[in-house]
């Protein structure tokens, strides 16, 4: 369980980035290489380099280096990992808010 939660952190960690999120998106519409998914942005090559490292680590992207070209791949299984831990969030609050609507209503039944 302890390794489950470290992947999920590093998953968070990678997505609560605004650049790394527009590159996981990119990635969604298919591979494409360190200079292609770099252009938008306004930094430096090293500094890029440094998010896509972050997305690798968190399992969110793979990299295949051919001759001179790295190309990005993205690995949606984290997402779905993430929709899933969040589905399962979002269960137990729902859960928990009707209980305590219902016990709103008894309250108010029994004051009157």
């Known amino acids: ?17 605004p650049t790394r999120r527009a590159v996981v998106e990119r990635l969604g519409h298919g591979p494409a290489a360190t200079t292609e998914l770099a252009r938008p942005f306004a930094m430096a ?46 269960t137990l609050w729902e859960r928990r808010l009707d209980q305590f609507d219902e016990y709103v209503r008894n309250l108010k039944e029994t004051e009157s």
């Open 45 to 90: 090559l090293p500094s890029f380099l440094q998010h896509l490292d972050v997305l690798e680590k968190a399992g969110l992207v793979t990299s295949q280096k051919t001759g001179r070209v790295r190309t990005y791949t993205l690995t949606p299984e984290p997402l779905q990992e993430a929709e899933d831990w969040m589905t399962k969030m979002r």
């Open 1 to 17: 369980m302890p390794q489950q939660v470290a992947e999920l952190d590093r998953l968070f960690q990678a997505l609560s980035d």
